[in-house]
Structure formats: C-alpha cells, structure tokens
C-alpha cells in the first residue's frame, strides 16, 4: 500500500514537473478562502490537561510487568516529575528523596488502557437523556466529535480506574454509522471540561462500522445501506469524494471548509487513525481492500470475533485486533466467536488488543485477557504473562499513537502505573493503586483517593466502595 | 471423537427420549469441592452410581468395578447452578427469528409457560455447558408484561430431555421495567399486581386453578363479568397465591425490595425470591428477617439508571454477612460467566473497606445456594450423598480466570463438550487453507 504520505508528495511532484510552471502558479495562486479551507486550525477544542501533584516514588520488591514483555522479578521502579525515572532490580539505586512503597508479593503494570470505551458518551446512569454514541441520522457522519457528547462526570470513569487500572481511554462514537465520527483519547481523570481530560498531543481516531448494525440502522429508515453491499458501496462513494476533496485541497482550489470531509481527508493524510467495528472475517478481508483502494490504513478492527480466520491478512496489513476475551452469540454476526481468537492471532503473530466496549467489562480488562491467555494454553498456545499484559497496554498504546508517551514502563515515559495487590491475571487480584503521570490517584487503604463524580454527590452510595 | 461421544452426539440428535445409561465412576485423586460452603479437600475422592453421589471426600473408598478417572490432582465440584438465565431460549438473542424470550404482543403473561420453548440443541446450552454449568433455572427475563411467565428448572445434557422442572416459578417485575409494562408508574405495578392476585384468590376460592397444570383444569368455574385477566393468566397465577409456586420478584432498588417484601402482608401464602436486588444491601436487615432470599446481580457497581444508585460490588457481600441466602443469578445470556464472578467476590474481601465472600462461600453462591433457593436442594447442587451426579472436573481452581472445563458429568452421565466454537476452534488454529479449503476439514 501507498502511504498516504508518499501519494500527496506524487501528486507535488507532477505539479512542479508540469510545463509552463510560472503562468500556471500565478493563475493557482490560491485564493484567500483556499487557504482557509486548507490552513485551518486542527485543534480547536485543545487539551487543557495538567498532571495531579505527585511525589518522586520508588515501588520496591515487586514482579514488574513492563507493558513491553518483559518481566522483572524483585523489581524497582522509580516515578517523579510526572515521568517513569528507571525501572529495573533489586540493585537500583533509589534516590534519598523517594517515598518507598513495600510492594513485596505485589505485582506492577503500566496503566491499563482501553482502546474502546463508551464511557461519557453512554455514561451512567443510562437514561435516554444521556445518549449521545450514536448521530444516527445519516449513515456516514465524520464531521462529529466524540469529544463533545463526552459527560466528564460518568461515574464509570471512577470504576475504570479503582477497579480496572485504567489510566488512559479511547471513547468511540457508537456503531450505527459506517463513519460514526472522531474518538478521543483521555487521561482517565476527573475534570470540570472534556479539554481537561484530553490526552495531550493524541492522534485523533475515525469510528467505522461494518456489518449488521448500519444496514439495520438505516435500513430500518428505508434508506441506503440496507445490505452488506450497500455498507461498502456508500463508504467508497464517500472515499471518493474524500479523496476529491483532498485532491482539491492539496491543489489549493477548495473555497469551503467541509467538516466531514476534513476528518475523511485527515485519515488519507494518515494523522487520523482508522478503529474499524468489524465482526466478520470475510468483511474485515474486504474493508482491507478497500483501504488500499483509497490509501489509508485499518489501524485496529474493533471486536474482530472472527479475526482468528484471517490472522495471516492481518498481520501483512499491520492491522490490530481490538477483541473480548469471550463474549460469544448475541447477535448472527458474532455466531463465530471462539474464546481462542487472541491466543491463534498472537501465534499468528498478528497484534492483539483485549478492548471493552462495555462499562463493566473495563473494570476487569485484566481478568479478560487472563481468561484468553488459559483458552490459548488450553489449545496448545502459550503466551506469557508478560506477553498478555501487553495486550493491555503497549498494544493498544500503539493502536491510539499514544505510544510514545504511555502504555509501557520506560524511562521518560508518563509515568501511568498500577501496583496490584497480586497477579494482574488472577481472579483474586485487584488494584492497590494507580498513579497517573506520577499522581497517586487511586489508593485502595484511602477513601480520600478515591474519586467521586459530581453526579454521585448527595446520592446513595457516595463514595462507598465500589 | 470416541465411540461413546459418537453415540451421545447421535442421541443428542435423534433426541432419544432414553437417557444414557449411568454407569458406576470413581473420580480419585482430587481436589474436591462439595459446594455446601466448606473449604476444598485435597486428596479427595468422588463417587458416582446409578446417576447419583454416592459419596464424596478424603477416604472415600472406590467400588470394586467403577471406572476410575484419576483426576491427577485436577479439581471436582459439583456442576454450577445458574438462576436466573435465559439461554435455551434463543439460538442467537440478537436474531429475532430464533428468540422466545418474550411474548409481548400476545394476549398472555402469567400464563405463559416456557417448558416448550426452550430448545436443548441450542449452542447456548453446549457452550455453557462446556463452562460447567449443569443446571439452570430459566426465566422470562424480557417481557412487555408485569408477570413474565413460568420458568423451567433444566439440566443442560446432550440427551434432548432439558426439562427438571416445568413451571417451577412465576416472575414479575417491579421497578423501572415493571412500571413501564404496567401503564408507566409503579403506583401501576402495585395495582396490576394486587389485581391479579385477587382475581387469583377469587378463582381459587371458586375451585379454580387446581391440577398440576392450573390452566389445564376442566369443567373451570365461572369467574366475575369484570374480570381483567384471561382465564388463563388467572389460573397460572393460583399456584402463586397459594404458596404452590415461588414468585421471582424483580427489583433493585431499595424501596421496590421493601415494597416485594410488604406484599407478604397482603398475601401471606406467598413464597418470594428477590432477582436483581442492587441496593439489597441497604435493606440487608429486612431481608435477612423476612427470611426471603436472592437471587443478586453479582458485580453491579454503576448507576445504570435511577433505581441502582446505591450499586457496589460488596452487594453480594454485606447482605451474606447480615444473614440473607443470597446466590448469585441474574446475569442473562451467559452463565458461564459464574465462576469469575465468584472469583471477584473473593478478590474483594482483600480490598479494605469492600465486602465479599470467602471461596467456600462463593463457590457455593454458584451452586447449592441457589439450588435450595430454587427449592432444589436435595436434588442437586453439591456433591452430598444421594444428589444428582452432576460433577464438573476443572484444570485449576474453577473461580481462577485461566482455568478450564475439562470433563462434565450430569445425572452420571460423561456429557460431550463439542461445540460449534470447539470445531472452529480446531479448524482455525492454524488459520492458512491446506489441499482442500477450510470447509472440508471436519
């Protein structure tokens, strides 16, 4: 496939080799609204995040999973200044200034990371008046933004984080749209703003959707796609147009901002990145083509039940798998579900993300790939435990392009932690607590770090154990 | 596939009515789990004859010529007990075609029974069956109706047979759903409610609504020109009034609980199970007095709407320890999902402040508990002498995520846990064509 990158830099190429450059310049000098259409500002609503005070921190004793693979036994990890310091054994040197934490018979892990959240867009409690996942009014809607239907006081958020280590989310538009909108990626923390979650600098997402639910949608409106066909012919027809308008634009001759086409035209760009819903194997074997037909990249199929039938296309595409553990037979297109989807893709050696999609289900991601990891062994695949925590953090770190930043234990990198008060892949295990760029957030001995969203206030339960 | 699972797949799909013959098994070097709440023996023995526990526990002496499988240290409960789900229900719940979950544009509720719809070849119940569930009570979970009907206790063998008990139980829904099947207020719950009963008592009275089938009774008496109810909805809830039949009331909120509980006032004969019960825990008190148990909502911590804003995962919990019989149920399509909950009620009594369950506690949450909650407990639900031989060996601890089915055993009976995930699951391991494509590797 292209780059997207590298079609753009053709399409300047044959404008400088073309004859007659002088006159032909001054006549394409690009109008004033052209350079509007084209210089506009890409991040209007811009991350206000700022990282809780925390203090340099040095968790000793513990089994390290480091996101990335690896394991250390007996281990040390350093955070401060909001930063992941050094990670390493019993011999590092901790720095007078460090507060110890015993984490002898604990465990370590990044921050979990869920690349498929609905949280804030179908928050808590889940009345009528809170849906705001699904702009079903029109099959193809790239010009929303999660962002702005996100409620920052779920209380789920709360939960992701004291019951599931969650400290980074991808919120997804919903699954009734081919093109459901943009995502966003937060720092799980409460704040007064959705700015004030947003993950500094993270790429932007594109929600797309196959299958059942936008055929039903629609079709159900009596209009187009009522069919598997009809989803693929009206993506492509909105490609083209995509690919026209971005055509125009690099030329300098669009007059007029367009919304949706300027998220469509940000994918073949390659800075928005494509989280495609996809069940079937034989759907996801055909969304491939079609992004190699327009340039641009599946970054992760979402769900991927069947992704286990197309290991080997997956992994030459370079496309993740955002699945379940197990969730098997609600709906025709998930008939083909097997608990072992993770375990034949990694040996496939395709990327593997365990995802949620489900406001309970991020509370226990960890438990989830535990379980596939035990139905890989069962079949004859073994993956570490190591290997499985990077089903939950790098992986989908890499899957949002947060991964410079977050999803393994580096030094230099936002230091997002959770101390376990056992194996992350036991039943028996929750966490202790969380940091999130170096604050302590989550403190299981402390109900003072415990969060309480404002919607809790007042309420039965309020700051309760949950 | 064996010869023995090439005849049981057969029977499974000729649907003989004979069951398979229960032979005499020994299941030796265990690690044992009762499921009456103790803690797992080590070193254990199971016994199975004529279909049934003969025995279980350390020193139990094996039969001269019972077939012995030495389990190698693996472990062996009793097979999970799941109430309240609705799998057999539907071959795939999103697909309306194949969904008898609900009957919302027919004329009956209370009388609708759910025996003769639940389908034994549903991959629903070979798959939770391969999860180690053996028994499941199944029930209306999604009607447009107060009364959803009358479920069916089922085992989930591959014989075709599912049916343990029909009609074991009516459902009806307070709360939220119940107030928007009712006219959309509970002041209409309260009154549908109390209506049907009435009426019930009114047939009863008369000589209505006897036999093992009330709704089947001959020669039916005259009922008042006002009547609301079919007679049929009537009869069906006879049974209810008089104490024959348990009521499955839904309700999670802490005032629907309290309000379930004061209609014992009205109707002394009934005979309540509360299913759901999220903010249980704040009238735990209440609950434990009134003798009534639970079927919980395992691990609800969000306010999933206005009814549930007291939701933890110490529920469970805080009402074990005020003395509530409380298993755990009410977790729709997937029972298999049992033991991790168990397991994640453990977990918690390591968090300070949370409430849980120890593992005897929790692993009996998912078995003998909510058999004798169904009124069932001497049939099956652990392995007591004289129990059903419904017997589940595991790789590892049965609550731990990584760990697996590997034999099930109900009424003594070694069940097949092929299924479709299973074939996928053998065609698609390496996922590349060979000679021939995919479809003709079977």
Redesign the interface.
């Known amino acids: 496939m292209l780059a997207p990158k590298l079609l753009a830099g053709m399409a300047a190429l044959a404008l400088v080799a073309s004859p007659g450059l002088a006159e032909k310049k001054k006549k394409d000098e690009p109008s004033a609204a052209a350079k509007a259409a084209r210089e506009y500002n890409k991040n209007p609503f811009p991350s206000t995040y700022k990282p809780y005070p925390g203090e340099p921190t040095a968790l000793t004793g513990a089994t390290v999973f480091d996101g990335a693979g690896g394991r250390i036994e007996n281990g040390i990890v350093l955070l401060a200044d909001g930063k992941v310091v050094a990670v390493g054994g019993a011999d590092l040197a901790i720095p007078a200034n460090y507060r110890r934490v015993d984490a002898a018979g604990k465990f370590v892990t990044p921050g979990i990371i869920d690349i498929h959240s609905h949280l804030g867009d179908y928050p ?4 009528q008046a809170h849906s705001d996942g699904n702009e079903a009014t029109a099959p193809t809607t790239p010009e929303v933004w999660a962002e702005h239907s996100v409620w920052p006081q779920d ?2 958020f709360s ?1 992701a984080l004291a ?1 599931g280590g969650v400290t980074s989310l991808q919120i997804l538009p919903g699954s009734a749209n081919l093109m459901g909108g943009r995502s966003v990626t937060l720092k799980n923390v409460y704040s007064r703003t959705i700015q004030g979650m947003k993950f500094p600098d993270a790429p932007y997402g594109l929600k797309m959707a196959c299958g ?1 639910n936008p055929k039903r949608v629609y079709g159900a409106k009596g209009r187009m796609p009522s069919t598997r066909m009809g989803n693929i012919a009206v993506n492509r027809m909105t490609w083209m147009k995509a690919s026209e308008y971005r055509a125009k634009r690099n030329a300098g001759k669009l007059e007029t901002r367009d919304l949706a086409m300027e998220t469509l035209a940000g994918v073949l760009d390659g800075e928005i990145l494509i989280q495609n819903h996809c069940y079937r194997a034989d759907e996801m074997a055909l969304v491939l083509d079609m992004a190699k037909e327009f340039g641009y990249k599946v970054t992760a199929f979402h769900h991927a039940t069947e992704a ?5 296309l997956l992994k030459a595409a370079g496309t993740c798998s955002a699945i379940w553990a197990d ?6 297109e ?7 989807n993770a375990g ?1 893709l990694q040996k ?1 050696g395709a990327c593997v993300v365990i995802h949620s999609d489900d ?2 289900g991020i ?2 991601l960890n ?1 989830e790939a ?2 596939a ?3 890989a ?4 695949i073994e993956v570490s435990d190591a290997e499985v925590i990077r089903w939950l953090t790098l992986n989908p770190a890499m899957a949002m392009g947060i991964h410079q930043q977050t999803g393994s234990l580096e030094k230099g990198k936002m230091a997002d932690v959770v101390l376990w ?2 194996n992350p ?6 966490p202790d607590k969380v940091w999130v760029d170096g604050a302590l957030l989550f403190d ?2 402390d ?1 003072k770090r415990r969060p309480v969203s404002d ?2 206030l007042g ?3 309020e700051g ?3 | 596939m064996s010869p023995r699972q090439l005849l049981l797949s057969a029977a499974a799909l000729l649907a003989l009515s004979a069951p398979a013959v229960a032979e005499d098994i020994a299941i030796t070097n265990a690690t044992v789990v009762i499921g009456d709440g103790s803690a797992p023996i080590p070193n254990g023995t199971v016994v199975l004859r004529g279909g049934k526990v003969l025995a279980a526990g350390a020193g139990v002496v094996v039969p001269a010529g019972a077939r012995t499988i030495d389990a190698a240290g693996k472990w062996v409960t009793p097979g999970l007990v799941v109430a309240v789900t609705d799998i057999g229900l539907f071959d795939v719940e999103g697909v309306d075609e194949s969904n008898d979950e609900g009957a919302d544009k027919g004329p009956f509720s209370a009388a609708l029974d759910l025996s003769p719809a639940i389908n034994p070849l549903a991959q629903h119940i070979a798959v939770s069956r391969a999860g180690g569930v053996t028994r499941a009570a199944v029930a209306p979970l999604r009607t447009g109706a107060i009364f959803g009907g009358q479920g069916a206790v089922i085992d989930l063998a591959s014989d075709g047979q599912p049916i343990t008990q029909a009609r074991a139980f009516q459902l009806v829904q307070l709360g939220e759903d119940g107030a928007r099947a009712a006219g959309g207020s509970r002041a209409a719950v309260h009154a549908v409610l109390r209506n049907a009963f009435m009426e019930a008592r009114e047939l009863a009275r008369r000589g209505g609504g006897q036999g093992a089938d009330p709704r089947l009774q001959d020669a039916a008496p005259e009922r008042p020109g006002d009547a609301l109810l079919t007679r049929f909805d009537a009869a069906a809830l006879v049974p209810v009034v008089t104490g024959r039949q348990p009521l499955y009331v839904r309700a999670e909120r802490a005032a629907d609980i309290r309000m379930a509980l004061a209609l014992k006032a009205d109707f002394l004969a009934l005979k309540l199970v509360i299913v759901g019960a999220t903010e249980g825990w704040m009238v735990a008190k209440e609950l434990a007095a009134s003798g009534v148990p639970v079927l919980a909502t395992p691990l609800n911590d969000l306010p999933g709407n206005f009814e549930q804003l007291g939701a933890t995962q110490s529920n469970v919990g805080r009402m074990a320890a005020a003395g509530v019989k409380v298993g755990l149920g009410a977790f729709g399509d997937q029972p298999r999902y049992a033991p991790q909950y168990a397991g994640n009620l453990v977990s918690l009594t390591k968090v300070p402040g949370a409430s849980g369950l120890n593992w005897g506690q929790a692993f009996a949450a998912i078995s003998s508990v909510p058999a004798a909650i169904l009124g069932m407990g001497d049939k099956f639900g652990s392995l007591k002498p004289g129990l059903a031989g419904d017997v589940v060996i595991w790789d590892g601890d049965p609550l731990e995520n990584s760990s697996g089915v590997v034999r099930v055993m109900i009424d003594g009976v070694e069940q097949s846990l092929v299924n479709h995930q299973t074939k996928l699951r053998d065609r698609y391991k390496v996922p590349t064509e060979g000679a021939l494509p995919k479809a003709y590797e079977w």
Request: charged share 25%; net charge positive.
């Open positions: 808590s409690p889940s009345v209380p789920g939960r019951n059942e286990y039938k197309i290991g080997d969730w098997w037979g609600f709906k025709m998930s008939y083909d579900a097997i608990p072992e034949i496939a406001e309970n509370q226990r438990q535990a379980k990891q035990g139905d062994r069962r079949a004859g008060n056992g892949l036991s039943v028996y295990s929750r299981a001995a109900p919607f809790e309420q039965v339960g309760d154990v949950k």
